[in-house]
């Protein structure tokens, strides 16, 4: 038999990782054996199985802030395939953690010690596009940007559009039920997801892949496993609901004094351009700053920065439904919000500027260490928030004055919707102690404040490992007890995603 574990890793060292989280590995869960590996190597042959350093990828997230410590990687190429896994997985009790693109910005799908990684990455076939209600059926492994290339060639676009569409996959968009740039005009995934196939513990697979627009036959139970963050089972295929894609695209980039100018082009846009609006965006001045810096990219204003910025793009298929012109008077030029605008000219034009508010989260994590929230709140919070949380860090004994000069905070987010994204950031990886504080004032400031105002602890990444202990924040006793019951259902021996969104569900 081949040996594929190193018998040296310990259990106890790992736990020690994460008991301020005051999580510890679920004993009843099995530990991972050579036979078992054998098991899913000949279920998936030889390419569908990763052991060894080829694991390490899986075991780390984008922020490069949670580690795992899988053994093994499996890379299904077919539903029959997953069902067989999670037959096996459930008999044995091998805990299992879905992962996509691992994209997702909250620790949802690294493990947290030994779990199986379930990859998706060779389900990637497109099945069917249906022309006359512009619906995609596909498997749950086709990365975002490729769907939006597919269907922008046939004269459509797929609803969801995100800075990480080259890398996520629609699975995992499903699975966290992502919302992006263009919620504001097409709402959410549980909108346009038509039909879903998803696979439970236990192997059954849950066939609800459909094309009909409409299908009242009872409880709709797709829903469940879009947010659901892969702890209730692993969505194999889906059918998504496309718009046509717009023949014509404007963006304008503007600046402002102040966010309550940012307030009103935001009231200005969805009034006057209500049908043709595709994204109103924000960032402040301090993250238009880090991400020409650290970028590298150059400034739409020259060398000008400015407190505030709004990206406000329109889309329709009438021409000169909106010049470029008449949408920077629209948004409020001549009432004076706007400091200063530009309109793109052209498509490069367009994409630079979609490409500044885009890598914004980039450009932090190669600054260094960062803290994310990503927060919905009523707009008389949305930007107080930040300066609160940096007059606290300011005001704060913990850190010295150095340290304080070092710490960036910034906010920035889809403002169309209601969220934002609180970033708090240090350079480098390195100080561990500083983020320890950093993290220990931030968080209990940060969700207790989004409490009080009764917004969400997550708008749009989902809860994974980072907020599972304030899940109670923003679900009531009675819902977080019903999730349970879900959960005990689809997942009676809790192998799905342990540990994240429902920590303590058994
Ligand atoms: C630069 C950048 C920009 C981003 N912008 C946005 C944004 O605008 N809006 C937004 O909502 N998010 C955004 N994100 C976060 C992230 O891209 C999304 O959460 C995305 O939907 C995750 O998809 P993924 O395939 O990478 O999933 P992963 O990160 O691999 O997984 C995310 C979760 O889904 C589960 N999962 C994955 N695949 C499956 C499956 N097939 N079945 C069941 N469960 C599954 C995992 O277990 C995990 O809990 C951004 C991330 C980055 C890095």
Same mark, same amino acid.
């Given at each position: 038999?081949?040996?594929f574990?190193?018998?040296?890793?310990?259990?106890?060292?790992?736990?020690?990782?994460?008991?301020?989280?005051?999580?510890?590995?679920?004993s009843?869960?099995?530990?991972?054996?050579?036979?078992?590996?054998t098991?899913?190597?000949?279920?998936?042959?030889?390419?569908?199985?990763?052991?060894?350093?080829?694991v390490?990828?899986?075991?780390?997230?984008?922020?490069?802030?949670y580690?795992?410590?899988?053994?093994?990687?499996?890379?299904?190429?077919?539903?029959?395939?997953?069902?067989?896994?999670?037959?096996?997985?459930?008999?044995?009790?091998?805990?299992i953690?879905?992962?996509?693109?691992?994209?997702?910005?909250?620790?949802?799908?690294?493990p947290?010690?030994?779990?199986?990684?379930?990859?998706?990455?060779?389900m990637?076939?497109?099945?069917?596009?249906?022309?006359?209600?512009?619906?995609?059926?596909?498997?749950?492994?086709?990365?975002?940007?490729?769907?939006?290339?597919?269907?922008?060639?046939?004269?459509?676009?797929?609803?969801?559009?995100?800075?990480?569409?080259?890398?996520?996959?629609?699975?995992?968009n499903?699975?966290?039920?992502?919302?992006?740039?263009h919620?504001?005009?097409?709402?959410?995934?549980?909108?346009?997801?038509?039909?879903?196939?998803?696979?439970?513990?236990?192997?059954?697979?849950?066939?609800?892949?459909?094309?009909?627009?409409?299908?009242?036959?009872?409880?709709?139970?797709?829903?469940?496993?879009?947010?659901?963050?892969?702890?209730?089972?692993?969505?194999?295929?889906?059918?998504?609901?496309?718009?046509?894609?717009?023949?014509f695209?404007?963006?304008?980039?503007?600046?402002?004094?102040?966010?309550?100018?940012?307030l009103?082009i935001?009231?200005?846009?969805?009034?006057?351009?209500?049908?043709?609006?595709?994204?109103?965006e924000?960032?402040?001045?301090?993250?238009?700053?880090?991400?020409?810096?650290?970028?590298?990219?150059?400034n739409?204003?020259?060398?000008?920065?400015?407190?505030?910025?709004?990206?406000?793009?329109?889309?329709?298929?009438?021409? =000169?439904?909106?010049?470029? +012109?008449?949408?920077?008077? !629209?948004? *409020?030029?001549? /009432?004076?919000?706007?400091? $200063?605008? #530009?309109?793109?000219?052209?498509?490069?034009?367009?994409?630079?500027?979609w490409?500044?508010?885009?890598?914004?989260?980039?450009?932090y994590?190669?600054?260094?260490?960062?803290?994310?929230?990503?927060?919905?709140?009523?707009?008389?919070?949305?930007?107080?928030?930040?300066?609160?949380?940096?007059?606290?860090?300011?005001?704060?004994p913990?850190?010295?004055?150095?340290?304080?000069?070092?710490?960036?905070?910034?906010?920035?987010?889809?403002?169309?919707?209601?969220?934002?994204?609180?970033?708090?950031?240090?350079? =480098?990886?390195?100080?561990h +102690?500083?983020?320890?504080? !950093?993290? *220990?004032?931030? /968080?209990?400031?940060?969700? $207790?404040? #989004?409490?009080?105002?009764?917004?969400?602890v997550?708008?749009?990444?989902?809860?994974?490992?980072?907020?599972?202990?304030?899940?109670?924040?923003?679900?009531?006793?009675?819902?977080?007890h019903?999730?349970?019951?879900?959960?005990?259902?689809?997942?009676?021996?809790?192998?799905?995603?342990?540990?994240?969104?429902?920590?303590?569900?058994?």
């Amino acid at each position: 038999m081949k040996q594929f574990l190193s018998r040296s890793s310990s259990l106890t060292t790992l736990q020690r990782r994460f008991a301020h989280l005051n999580i510890l590995r679920n004993s009843s869960f099995a530990t991972l054996t050579d036979k078992d590996i054998t098991q899913f190597e000949s279920l998936l042959g030889p390419n569908g199985i990763l052991t060894g350093d080829a694991v390490e990828p899986h075991n780390s997230d984008w922020t490069k802030k949670y580690h795992g410590h899988s053994k093994l990687v499996l890379k299904p190429k077919t539903t029959e395939e997953v069902s067989a896994i999670l037959r096996i997985c459930d008999d044995k009790r091998l805990a299992i953690v879905p992962q996509g693109g691992n994209t997702g910005l909250v620790g949802g799908s690294q493990p947290v010690f030994d779990e199986i990684v379930l990859n998706f990455s060779r389900m990637n076939q497109i099945i069917d596009f249906d022309e006359s209600y512009g619906i995609i059926t596909c498997e749950a492994g086709c990365i975002l940007q490729d769907l939006h290339t597919y269907l922008n060639a046939k004269g459509y676009l797929m609803p969801l559009d995100l800075g990480a569409k080259g890398s996520c996959q629609i699975g995992g968009n499903l699975a966290t039920n992502a919302g992006g740039i263009h919620f504001i005009k097409y709402n959410s995934l549980h909108a346009n997801c038509v039909g879903l196939e998803a696979v439970v513990p236990g192997g059954r697979v849950l066939d609800n892949i459909t094309t009909l627009r409409k299908d009242n036959t009872g409880y709709d139970l797709k829903h469940l496993f879009i947010g659901a963050e892969g702890t209730l089972g692993a969505i194999t295929k889906c059918a998504i609901l496309c718009p046509p894609l717009p023949k014509f695209r404007h963006l304008c980039l503007v600046s402002c004094r102040s966010f309550e100018q940012v307030l009103k082009i935001l009231r200005s846009a969805k009034h006057e351009l209500s049908d043709i609006l595709q994204a109103v965006e924000f960032m402040d001045g301090n993250a238009m700053e880090t991400t020409l810096s650290q970028l590298n990219f150059k400034n739409p204003f020259e060398s000008r920065l400015y407190p505030f910025y709004a990206l406000v793009e329109v889309a329709s298929n009438r021409e =000169g439904t909106e010049t470029p +012109d008449r949408l920077y008077e !629209l948004l *409020g030029s001549a /009432d004076d919000l706007i400091i $200063e605008g #530009v309109v793109a000219q052209d498509e490069t034009q367009l994409s630079h500027i979609w490409q500044i508010r885009e890598e914004i989260a980039s450009a932090y994590i190669k600054r260094g260490y960062t803290l994310k929230y990503d927060l919905s709140l009523a707009p008389e919070h949305f930007y107080k928030i930040v300066d609160d949380t940096r007059d606290v860090i300011s005001r704060s004994p913990t850190f010295t004055a150095n340290e304080k000069h070092s710490i960036a905070v910034t906010g920035y987010g889809h403002i169309g919707d209601g969220n934002v994204h609180l970033n708090v950031c240090i350079p =480098g990886y390195d100080d561990h +102690d500083l983020q320890d504080r !950093l993290s *220990g004032l931030v /968080d209990g400031y940060v969700f $207790e404040y #989004v409490r009080k105002a009764r917004g969400s602890v997550s708008a749009e990444h989902g809860v994974g490992l980072q907020k599972a202990q304030y899940l109670n924040y923003s679900k009531s006793e009675n819902m977080i007890h019903y999730m349970k019951e879900i959960k005990r259902v689809f997942d009676p021996h809790g192998i799905m995603n342990p540990y994240k969104v429902l920590p303590d569900a058994k």
